[in-house]
């Protein structure tokens, strides 16, 4: 996938490898790095252990496990400054350190992204600030993949949506005010939910103090709209809760929903891929072990089979597989037509290709026969199918002796939780008589010890009781007339309203060719990602809606909501439409600079989360845009 013409990917990791170097170079001699786990993934994505110890890192200790050695007189920290039990933790392993080593170590502290007064208090309390030199890591968005950006906070969904707690935000407005100020302001933010509404704010609030401080022309023009980003779409993870509550079906979402993607990472049991090549892991008499370990995978673009088989729907794997396992044992057979010297050459020079190829069709093949074990169980088909009735609007309380048996047969809680969940926010709450009774075979199946867990669901709007008589109603905030963005705001979503208006449900899906982005949930469309097809590809959501696109001009998110205001009255959150604007002779020199009639970059933002289904689905709409691109 070649970078993005809006956003270059490769250079946000450049930048940020050469910033980490600089600050571990600005330590001189051998050091020890001590690092916060969560931490440890994102900087390996751009960054290696052979690099970080080519500037002098010794030793690399995670901060949770407590067992920082006195090798080393340098001792550097990294970790974020947003966590207080990250401050407590450093503070305590400095001093524990400083009690009993004979050495006299020098403490380095490097917080990420940003120095928050909360770390400076936590360590001026404990008697260790004046001891260690404090540096920042400016680190934000970071690149999984060319069209894919990740901010990386485990913990924004429950910092958002469950403590409230709007750092996410900031953090958010942070990481995308260095794009503005490289490629120019985001000519419009378009946007649904309460918190992406914020963010918007935000990101003008932003612009203005920048713009203040700013006085040369150079950076005047930093601060035009963009020639190269079309818009930047913002869609706040509480409009649509349903999509990340249902079982991905792509090959990549479903990895995800068995092993767990992190960091473009799925850590695999070595009983299910084996071992990697060239080892054979062997006890200390000889013999190979026999218990099973886990084997960490790489899964990003830079596997070509990968690449092919992640959005693709799981049915259609396995055909794809053995199309792959055909047209290489073809290639490889071919070797024995070679006649000259030069076609065996050109075989040989091939031959690393294939074998990689080869091993990781191996891999894959290995994956889909345990996700085949998996999908043809007769628990996954009564989940999948108590979702889809609950999704396309059936009676949710003829789900409920299903979703009774599933906890009588022990299976994990979550997978109770999700389903309960999505009845709830699909329907607008549960019967209150029936809630009970669940939130009872829970307790009693699980633990008392999951009380806490109902009550943070309840707390999150998540699983909560009905309250209106009719058994689908859904109130829809808001004034009655009005069609500018956010006067009509809904207080939660009416998905039953929105099965129609915009097409969520599909009957007739080709998985094998699409012509939908509801081929990922095999007949849903993901409203998140609905929502921006009304925003960039209006034509073709309004044939799936009216039989008709009215003849609309194909002008991209210029046109904002138009059309679907409707349909926005009954998704959650505040709706806006923002233009941000320059100086128009220099915004038309810089125009006439840059080329007008380039590929454009729309930038699409999920606050608080998205799956690997919907970045699927966004891909599909990408391949479906010419001259537009998404970076999620």
């Known amino acids: ?61 995670f901060l949770e496990n407590d067992n920082l050695d006195s090798s080393q007189k340098n001792v550097i920290f990294l970790a974020s400054g947003e966590k207080a039990s990250q401050c407590i933790a450093i503070a305590g392993q400095i001093k524990r350190l400083q009690q009993s080593s004979k050495t006299e170590h020098d403490f380095s502290v490097i917080w990420v992204p940003r120095r928050t007064l909360v770390s400076d208090r936590i360590l001026e309390e404990s008697g260790v600030l004046g001891d260690i030199a404090v540096e920042i890591l400016p680190l934000h968005f970071i690149p999984l993949d060319q069209d894919v950006l990740t901010l990386a906070f485990d913990d924004a969904f429950g910092d958002l949506y469950l403590q409230k707690d709007p750092t996410v935000i900031f953090l958010a407005a942070q990481a995308l005010m260095p794009i503005q100020h490289k490629y120019g302001l985001f000519p419009r933010i378009i946007g649904k939910g309460d918190n992406a509404k914020r963010l918007m704010e935000l990101l003008l609030r932003m612009r203005s103090e920048a713009a203040a401080e700013e006085s040369t022309a150079a950076s005047r023009l930093g601060m035009m709209p963009s020639a190269t980003i079309e818009s930047l779409i913002i869609i706040d993870r509480e409009v649509d809760m349903v999509t990340p509550l249902l079982t991905q079906l792509t090959y990549e979402g479903l990895i995800d929903e068995m092993f767990g993607i992190k960091n473009n990472q799925a850590e695999i049991d070595t009983s299910i891929i084996g071992q990697a090549s060239g080892q054979q892991p062997k006890s200390q008499s000889g013999a190979p072990q026999q218990q099973s370990m886990k084997r960490k995978i790489q899964l990003d673009s830079s596997d070509k089979l990968y690449s092919q088989l992640r959005d693709a729907n799981f049915a259609i794997v396995g055909p794809l597989l053995n199309k792959v396992a055909r047209r290489l044992a073809g290639e490889y057979e071919s070797r024995h037509g070679a006649k000259s010297t030069s ?22 093949t ?3 026969e345990e996700a085949l074990k998996n999908t043809q169980s007769d628990t996954f088909s009564r989940i999948l199918e108590i979702q889809q009735n609950l999704v396309s609007g059936t009676d949710p309380t003829a789900q409920h002796d299903a979703t009774e048996e ?56 998540l699983l909560v009781a009905r309250t209106a008589a009719n058994p689908f109603y859904i109130p829809v905030g808001g004034g009655g007339g009005g069609g500018s963005s956010g006067a009509n705001e ?12 915009l097409r969520l449900i599909v009957d007739e899906v080709n998985e094998q060719d699409p012509n939908d982005i509801a081929y990922v949930y095999s007949g849903y469309a993901p409203l998140s990602v609905r929502l921006v097809q009304a925003i960039i590809q209006k034509q073709h959501l309004l044939s799936l809606v009216r039989g008709s696109s009215d003849n609309l001009p194909s002008a991209g998110s210029a046109q904002g909501w138009q059309q679907f205001e409707d349909a926005l009255r009954n998704v959650k959150g505040e709706t806006f439409n923002r233009q941000q604007k320059g100086d128009e002779a220099v915004t038309k020199a810089r125009h006439m600079l840059t080329g007008s009639g380039k590929e454009k970059t729309v930038l699409v933002m999920f606050l608080g989360g998205i799956t690997f289904t919907e970045i699927a689905a966004l891909r599909f709409v990408a391949r479906g845009l010419e001259g537009k691109r998404k970076i999620v």
């Open 1 to 61: 996938m070649s970078p993005h013409p809006g956003v270059d990917t490769d250079s946000i990791k450049e930048v940020a490898r050469r910033h980490l170097l600089g600050l571990l170079e600005g330590v001189r001699g051998k050091k020890n790095l001590v690092i916060e786990q969560s931490l440890a993934g994102p900087i390996g994505l751009f960054i290696k252990f052979s690099t970080l110890q080519e500037y002098g890192v010794d030793k690399v200790f």
């Open 490 to 501: 809904s207080k939660v979503t009416n998905y039953n309203a929105l099965r129609k208006q």
């Open 406 to 461: 599933l906890i009588a047969r022990d299976i994990p809680l979550p997978t109770i939780l999700r389903l309960l969940c999505l009845e709830s926010t699909v329907s607008g709450g549960i019967r209150p008589k029936d809630l009970d009774n669940f939130k009872r075979h829970i307790l009693h199946a699980y633990g008392y010890q999951h009380l806490l867990t109902l009550h943070n669901l309840e707390r999150m709007g």
């Open 343 to 364: 076609e065996l050459r050109e075989f040989v020079n091939k031959l690393p290709g294939y074998q990689a190829e080869q091993q990781s069709l191996k891999t894959h």
């Open 366 to 368: 290995s994956l889909t």
